[in-house]
């Protein structure tokens, strides 16, 4: 599946300059199962644009080496979707702390519940983000208006993620999480400030994750 990239003053080069900034606020071990101090949760907007075509938030928790959570507007032709894309500590891959990428199995799983409210979704991989989507538009990965909807209104979503292979004969099971506060940290103002972003979107296709 396509993931949306963009030339020139592109989202995805406006997020990474964010990111470079912020850089120093990182330290993987250090933030491991280790909740964030309150004033790095605060969701950052696009300072420039308006609306907004991004809002990021580092995880309050989390043992993946996430750096940020982001939920970026991309365009696609003549129409914009939403994206929830997943940027790293470091050059990847996604992977729980202490983790190597030996580990890794070949199909990984991923799920998003917010307020216990759970929406498969798919994850999807780019050069320098992870993508979790729950629907397409045009061919690109998005997220659907449901999931939008309950980001908006929500408290708190949890991302979990099953990356590493099961030893044989084992069940598979979510091994990474991160948490991102909704309620607070102006949250749901960010979601619906991205959401603007948006044109009316009736005909996207939901339900790809697995």
Known sequence: MEIVRQEGTSVLSAILRALAVAACLFA???????PAPQSLVAWKLEPDDKPARYAMVEPSRTNL????????CESVGDRSVLQ???YLTDDGPLLPVNAARPQLKDEPRAEIAIDGRVF?????????????????????????DALVDAMA???????RLDLLAEPPGAPAAFDGEAVVDLGGGN???AVEAVRRCMAPARDRTVGLGG
């Open 28 to 34: 993987t071990a250090a933030r491991a199962e280790t």
């Open 65 to 72: 080496n996430i750096a940020s959570v982001v939920l970026a």
């Open 84 to 86: 929830l894309q997943l």
């Open 120 to 144: 498969p979704v798919s994850l999807l991989f780019s050069d320098d983000h992870a993508v979790l989507a729950d629907g397409q538009v045009e061919n690109v990965a998005s997220v659907s």
């Open 153 to 159: 209104a929500g408290r708190t979503m949890t991302l």
């Open 187 to 189: 949250g749901r103002a």
